[in-house]
């Protein structure tokens, strides 16, 4: 050991022991901690790394069973900060095996002379912030504690095997082995009777090698998993092709992916394949052997969809039903709690097949749960099992077992970890936590990890840390904290990221469901590898957004505040909108916006089936008015909505909302009738407004002939055409008539001032800018007609207009005037529900395919368009219908 080792007190000075000092102390010595030490040793900091294994490997020190591999392909699944390392090492196959891989961390390890720093055979036990000195005091189970300025811990997400939870495990006198702590000699197995208890991805691994040598092998299953054939052997050509051309690019563009192994996102989504095509691609991702490809590759809805999840996971259970003879124990495999991908699939060899051989059986524990463990055996709620071995692969108390191990971690003013995480992991950035100043964790809650190719996210966050420990000594800081705001908000973050995908739908190690007690939410990231390290590099653009940073002879520094404010695909769209870096759209002139906008209309994937839908054309006050109908799938008569769309009364027409009426047309169970009513500046104030009352008088006189259910319409629209679905509701109270029995407001224009606070605080960057807004008023009416009802419905009078409801975004320079007029209309007597959208723009809600997370709104919207009709609740709609046979409440749930 290079640093100093002396004799100091501890904290409250009873005693003294010997201490040894660094800058900063690492924890684990599996890919995070080797990497942390190389390049902290770089940047000039004096260091040590603890590790209670005694040799390096983590992860792939520990879990030696039989079958153990990789399941990220080995091309993508290593190290990639240094061209030379990676041209140093060849793996041998497309899916390394457990030593392998061990031996080339231990490699790492050699190159790199990173050994003289581990002190092995050492467990961290506590650890205690100084606030006085300013520094983290490490006890350990072995020799001197360590004093250092940061503390990191490296510690893994997966390594810290969860204990059996059946009882007498004590009592049984044959052997016990656990995959994640596996003996270094070998296990012999062969003429043995052995139980396998879990079916996760270490049971799946190891069982099919195990049945191959036992004489009887009894696998006690709790929750059936997907697993996908890994059609081992060796790199596959054309992934290797790839990097070889272009090392760097490929490296790139992991880092920049979804999940840190480079794909390009899929656009076509399951819809607009044929059943054909679905199996086509299927086939193709089943005999590629590729985790990745299968989660990511099919259909762009695969994973954020209950639906584009149910084809692809009944495809799979078809090749479960094929692969195993016995249609009892094939039933009994197949999983139906949870949507694929939700729970992390695994990669096998065999697996399926294993339960086709004669001494083989598989124990269902959801038919018969294991009572005991007896001296000789395992005892179910049917029969007894003999056996000679058990073995437990029962997996990990995942990404905060081994954190919370270390016990009590004590931050500042004596706050325990323990205390702060016991309703579940609070993070900043999954890399930090407030009230823990100068801690660390690599892959810690709150970040990608587990759900991603660990080799990038672990590069990642080392290399984020060991640049900001530079950063700071630089600039003569000696601590840094997220602030409770910053945590906070991105707790917020998360719990919207984690609305983008299924995970939330099942029990999984992700969730925490798998550790009896432990508090449960989605603890990865689900945002994707990319978003968050932009994200991170945001944070650093940002003055250190959401960190105090303090230091003896500097003055203190906190910008305090939320990282992401934007839902996390309203960040992605804006964005990549920004990245288009488009002119103002108002500098195209009206027509070469109407050509733009129709363009980008054309780019969209093709919204989804509804039972009908048939263009016509209605008498309009000035000639004749285009409209398109949607028709549900259902039987009808169906009550009818003229919608109006959106565009600034300028631009759009029946085409652009073309998503948005059919997923409506689908949730509500009710007829849109989207009308093509005339835009300015051909047809200026009141052309719009005349013709939305129109159209809405003429539908309602003709429900029969449409279809409809006989009786009052609705009325809804968004933006321009919210404001003309109100000032209909307006002049139908006035004109007497038609009926309207309630109106959907989205995002409406309702009024011409424009120094509302949002007007300023939007006023751009949100796609809909405030120069557009003056652009589109100045085209649609002049200044002397603004302030008239009929494209100021905040000026008129409010009473007795129909039920409201009302949707604002927060990132919209209308969301005041919104508001003002839902406050309005309260006032007037009017019965009004209000959704104001927190982190969404204007057009959330009608990019239907691209803002996932504006589902809730919209079915939200649905629910009250139903209400208004006197229809019962209908949280799904069309083919929605269909998730009955993915069994899980919460499936059925994530409807809504
Ligand atoms: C069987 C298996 C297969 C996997 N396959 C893949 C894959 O294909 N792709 C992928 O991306 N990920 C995979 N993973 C996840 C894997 O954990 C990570 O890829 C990676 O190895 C984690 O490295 P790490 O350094 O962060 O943690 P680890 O490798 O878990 O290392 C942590 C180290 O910290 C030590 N430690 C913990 N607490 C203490 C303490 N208090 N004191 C001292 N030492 C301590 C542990 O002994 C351990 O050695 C797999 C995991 C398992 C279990």
Known sequence: MQDA??????????????????????????????????????????????????????????????????????????????????????????????????????????????????????????????????????????????????????????????????????????????????????????????????????????????????????????????????????????????????????????????????????????WQLSDAERRERFEKAWDAGDLVYILTQLWADQAVDVDGNALLAELFRDKIRAAVKDPETAEALTPYDHPFGAKRPCLDTNYYATFNRPNVTLVNLRQEPIEAITTSGIKTGKRTFDVDVIVFATGFDAMTGAIMAVHPITGRGGKSLSEVWANGPQTYLGLTVAGFPNLFMITGPGSPSVLSNMAVSIEQHVDWVVDRLTAMREAGFATIEATEAAQAGWARHMADCSMLTLHRLANTWYTGANVPGKAQGVMPYTGGVGPYRSICNEVVDRGMLGFMLSGPSVAEQCNDGEIVRLQPDVRLVLNMLAEMKLPPIESFGFQGARDFVAQFNASRPAGRPVGEIVDGSLPGPDGALSYRLYRPATPGPHPIVVYFHGGGWVLGDEQSDDPFCRDMCRRTGMIFVSVGYRHAPEYRFPAAAEDGYAATRWIAEHTAELGGQPGPVLVAGWSAGGNIAAVTCQLARDRGGPKIAGQLLVCPVTDCRFDRPSYNDNAAGYFLTRSLMYWFWDLYCSPADRTDPRVSPLRGKLAGLPPAFVVTCEFDPLRDEGNAYAEALTAAGVPVEQLQARGHFHSSFTMVDMVITSVSGRVQMAEALRRFAGLPPQATGGDEARRGQLASHKLAAAAG
């Open 5 to 270: 080792v002396v004799a100091v007190s501890t904290l409250d000075g009873t005693h003294k022991e010997t201490v040894q000092q660094v800058d900063v102390a690492v924890v684990g010595a599996g890919f995070a901690g080797l990497y942390l030490l190389y390049r902290l040793r770089k940047a000039g900091f004096t260091t040590v790394t603890l590790e209670e294994a005694d040799d390096v490997g983590g992860t792939w020190y520990w879990n030696r069973y039989p079958g153990a591999r990789c399941d990220i392909q080995t091309i993508d699944y290593g190290f990639t900060f240094d061209p030379e390392l990676e041209g140093a090492w060849r793996w041998s196959e497309k899916y390394a095996t457990q030593p392998e891989i061990l031996r080339y961390l231990g490699f790492v390890a050699d190159r790199y002379d990173l050994r003289r720093d581990i002190r092995f055979r050492t467990k961290v036990t506590a650890a205690i912030w100084d606030q006085a000195k300013q520094r983290w005091l490490l006890a350990t189970d072995n020799g001197a504690s360590v004093s250092c300025r940061h503390y990191i811990m490296a510690t893994g997400c997966l390594s810290s095997p969860k204990p059996p939870e059946i009882d007498g495990v004590k009592n049984f006198k044959g052997e016990v082995y656990f995959t994640g702590r596996w003996p270094h000699e070998e296990v012999k197995l062969a003429g043995k009777r052995v139980a396998v208890i879990g079916t996760g991805s270490s049971g799946i691994q190891s069982i099919p090698l195990i049945a191959e040598q036992a004489a009887e092998l009894a696998v006690f299953q709790r929750t059936p998993n997907f697993a996908l054939p890994a059609h081992n052997g060796p790199v596959p050509g054309d992934r290797k092709a790839l990097l070889d051309n272009d090392r760097t690019g490929y490296r790139e563009q992991a880092r920049w992916s979804l999940a840190g192994v480079p794909y390009p996102q899929q656009t076509v989504v399951s």
